[in-house]
């Protein structure tokens, strides 16, 4: 399915979803942020990264926003402003999940790095242990050299 077509579905699934709230007495500003960040949300997880079309997405819905809530006066400008949060909160979704994930790896990574570095005190410590335990044998600057150490 093209990038355009896409967005005109974007905005029929708006438009249709709204009229159904609408029919069952359930246009309210709440209703209609849901119904806007599930269709944004939904197209973005279609859309390639980057791509142009994704305006046309977050603006195909809130036209469909404005154009079915136009008649109800001062409600409306509320109703219109949640539904641009809402577009905001699913055009951000799908990325805000790849970062949580990526810090998720981060902090993996710095568990494994943190006890390499445990693992690695450790065996110089236990090597530094070793060599003290054999000073007997050893001269007064090789002595003097691992306490240093």
Known sequence: MSDSVKTSSVKERVTAD???AKAQGQLRTDRIREIVREAVEGAMAEFKEGSGEIRSV????????????????KESQEDITASIEAAIDGLSHKKRAEIAQ???E??????????QERDLQDQIDSTLS????????????LNEAIANA
Do not use: C, F, M, P
Not at 59 to 73: L, Q, T, W
Not at 130 to 141: A, I, K, P, V
């Open 106 to 115: 981060v902090q993996q990574l710095q568990s494994r790095i943190d006890n």
């Open 58 to 73: 977050v603006r195909d819905a809130i036209v469909a926003v404005v154009e079915s809530v136009r008649e109800r006066g």
């Open 18 to 20: 709204l009229q159904k």
């Open 102 to 104: 990526a810090e998720a």
């Open 130 to 141: 070793d060599l003290e335990t054999t000073q007997g044998s050893t001269s007064n600057g």
